[in-house]
Nanobody
Framework: QVQLVESGGGLVQAGGSLRLSCGAS????????MGWFRQAPGKEREFVAV??????????ADYADSVKGRFAISRDNANTVSLQMNSLKPEDTATYYC???????????????WGKGTLVTVSS
């Protein structure tokens, strides 16, 4: 099994920044891909960003159109992933979930492991 723990959520004003982090423990050989999804109140979960561990090879990342140019995902090592969120908007308010699996995918259904989430609130 793999355990994922998120941190870094909170309250920020529109235009501000936050950095989310996620640490993996357990069978981390199964966390080749790590990413972020979010779910706003009353809405379905949606993809935010994904990357994969690529030590010594080409960096790979994919982003939802709604966050391109504002968010940046990074993989510090095989067991941690961060999400730098800049120019935050009220519509970014959601619970953000870290996810991990063997495939770098935008489909949450294909991720194998999930954290419990961290709340990000952007005030206008």
């Amino acid at each position: 099994q793999v355990q994922l723990v998120e941190s870094g959520g909170g309250l920020v004003q529109a235009g501000g920044s936050l950095r989310l982090s996620c640490g993996a423990s357990g069978r981390t050989a199964r966390t080749y891909a790590m990413g972020w999804f979010r779910q706003a109140p009353g809405k379905e979960r949606e993809f935010v960003a994904v990357t994969r561990w690529s030590a010594g090879s080409t960096y790979y990342a994919d982003y939802a159109d709604s966050v391109k140019g504002r968010f940046a995902i990074s993989r510090d090592n095989a067991n941690t992933v961060s999400l730098q969120m800049n120019s935050l908007k009220p519509e970014d308010t959601a619970t953000y979930y870290c996810a991990a699996g063997l495939i770098a995918t935008t489909a949450g259904s294909e991720m194998d492991y999930w954290g419990k989430g961290t709340l990000v609130t952007v005030s206008s």
